[in-house]
């Protein structure tokens, strides 16, 4: 039995930590970085994402149970910090996913008249009509989700980063002109290290969020212990080659500042297909596009809202959010959550500047996504000293020393990556640096105000009797 358990070879490892992370959506707001994205894709590879499934897979190897993240930082800190943790990655996917949504409702309008791209009312709508969508396709069950997903990633994240490569290389076979000064090494370095400059670096933690899904399947591999790290790095060379030379074709074809956050993806492909006479691809690709949008936005929408039952069960949320139907689909967060994406897309709808709403939203999600990943990197140290019998079928190398290295990285990576959110990046003009840091701080605190009072007013009656229920 288990042999037939631990069946998973490197290359399918692999596979799923690429699923987890690649998004073509991130692309653009690099390719603005011009050369110097080289830079940032590297550091967001090795500083952070090699550092993530690592740790992550010694957690997940010593503590499979249900809950994930939760039930790593409970075991090391107790309930309150595990419960912050999963608050601070439910909540920071409300305003991530008006992000999403906004790249899908621009792409579609590729499908029919590029020109409506720009049209707020066209963009509001399909994003309501695509988040409603896909919240009913989650009250189908985690098991269609898992599956329906698992085929868009290929379809809508790695496919278009191959045919994004390809379109590259025939622009340049073509002996079209490009936005990107000739390559050297110093063009790798950003011309100032300015707070303008840094704060995109902030949006390497939002690009590489995802990785530690791939630490849940490290007992179900022969030798993890050798076979894991081997994976891992394959797969975070392959993130880091396919994000680098799939946004290379958006620098070169458009410049910096005509690049649309929302729109760069599909804006490049249409403009090189228009060049090779093949209009008719552009409305494939874009439906490709938001099959992987759906696909990304499935996946993240059912795995935190999983870890809400057991929260729930210990008395820390209402039996609301605990609350199942027939297909084992968490409705009482799904429909939580569908009522304030709602509310934030209408807001974002209204914004004039949607690049900088876009920014605006992704700087949110990174604040919120560091209160998530600081305490996961703290609590593999503090278990390798307070639990070190306990079995872990994978265990970074190096003993307590190796633990330090790793973690501490990542860990040092994530804490400038969310102190980096608050600050205003280059290009959005609408608020002063100080405006700009006070809207992150006050947005940040907002978010997690719901935790802290479900902490301060929780009711003996929210705790399951029985714990499994």
């Not at 891992?232 to 958006?250: D, K």
């Amino acid at each position: 039995m288990s042999n037939q358990k631990k069946s998973l070879g490197m290359f399918t490892l692999s596979m799923i930590s690429v699923a987890a992370v690649l998004s073509v959506r991130n692309y653009p707001g690099m390719a603005e970085e011009g050369w110097s994205m080289i830079l940032w894709y590297f550091i967001g590879s090795f500083f952070f994402l090699l550092p993530l499934a690592l740790v992550a897979a010694e957690l997940a190897s010593g503590w499979p149970q249900e809950g994930g993240v939760y039930a790593w930082v409970k075991e090391a800190f107790g309930i309150k910090t595990g419960f912050m943790s999963i608050w601070a990655v439910f909540i920071e996917n409300i305003p991530w996913y008006p992000t999403v949504l906004s790249f899908m409702a621009v792409t579609i309008a590729y499908i029919f008249n590029p020109s409506i791209a720009n049209n707020h009312i066209f963009v509001g709508c399909v994003m309501l009509g695509l988040w409603w969508g896909l919240t009913l396709l989650n009250f189908m069950g985690p098991n269609l989700v898992a599956r329906f997903s698992s085929l868009g990633t290929i379809l809508g994240s790695i496919v278009p980063s191959v045919v994004l490569i390809a379109l590259g290389i025939t622009w340049m076979a073509m002996g079209k002109p490009s936005q990107l000064p000739p390559f050297t090494f110093q063009e790798i370095l950003p011309v100032t290290f300015n707070m303008g400059v840094l704060v995109y670096a902030s949006s390497i933690l939002l690009m590489f969020a995802g990785v530690e899904m791939s630490g849940y399947y490290a007992s179900h591999v022969d030798n993890p212990q050798k076979k894991y790290p081997r994976a891992m790095l394959m797969a975070t060379l392959l993130i880091f080659l396919l994000s680098v030379f799939g946004t290379l074709p958006i620098a070169m074809v458009i410049p910096a500042d005509k690049i649309s956050l929302t729109g760069g993806v599909i804006q490049v492909m249409d403009t090189i297909f228009i060049s090779l006479g093949m209009q008719w691809a552009t409305p494939v690709m874009a439906v490709m596009l938001v099959l992987g949008g759906i696909a990304l936005m499935s996946t993240w929408m059912m795995g935190p809202l999983t870890s809400m039952a057991p929260i729930s069960r210990a008395g820390f949320l209402p039996p609301f959010f605990r609350k199942q139907n027939k297909h084992k689909s968490p409705v009482g967060p799904l429909l939580v959550q569908g009522a304030l994406s709602t509310l934030l897309i209408l807001a974002m709808v209204f914004i004039p500047n949607i690049n900088t709403a876009y920014w605006i939203l992704t700087s949110f999600t990174t604040t919120l996504l560091t209160l998530y990943y600081l305490p996961v990197f703290a609590a593999v140290i503090k278990l390798r000293y307070t639990q070190p019998s306990t079995p872990r079928p994978f265990k970074i190398w190096g003993g307590n020393y190796g633990i330090w290295i790793i973690a501490g990285i990542g860990f040092l990576a994530t804490t400038f990556a969310g102190f980096m959110a608050f600050n205003k990046p280059d290009g959005i003009d609408m608020f002063s640096n100080m405006e700009y840091m006070l809207i992150m701080t006050i947005g940040t605190v907002i978010w997690m105000i719901p935790y802290l009072l479900f902490r301060w007013f929780r009711r003996p009656g929210w705790k399951a009797d029985d714990p499994a229920s």
